[in-house]
């Protein structure tokens, strides 16, 4: 891989990596559509459709984490689930 290649894959994990902690899902959907393009060698439109699955269980998983957190174990649960359901819909479009 050439170095201009590593350089732009770096650039595009430090990119998504700093828009979810500043809360920027449109830069983290960028970001990690660029880098999951690159690596995956796969369509724009699929990465994208990929991406969005992951931001999604993202999401869950701050529910899970915040519930977690406060010892409601059972409550927290229930998000863990549905944020591997996501994960399942993301991991099926990058396998197929």
């Known amino acids: 891989m050439s170095e201009e290649k590593i350089k732009e894959l770096a650039a595009h994990e430090i990119g998504w990596w700093q828009a979810h902690h500043r809360k920027r899902k449109e830069d983290f959907l960028f970001h990690m559509t660029q880098l999951y393009k690159l690596q995956f060698r796969i369509s ?48 099926k479009i990058l396998t197929n």
């Open 44 to 91: 724009e439109e699929k990465a994208k459709r990929a991406v969005e699955w992951r931001i999604k269980a993202a999401d869950w998983h701050d529910k899970a984490e915040y519930y977690e957190d406060k010892g409601e174990q059972e409550r927290a649960n229930k998000f863990w689930q549905k944020a591997e359901k996501c994960l399942r819909k993301h991991f």
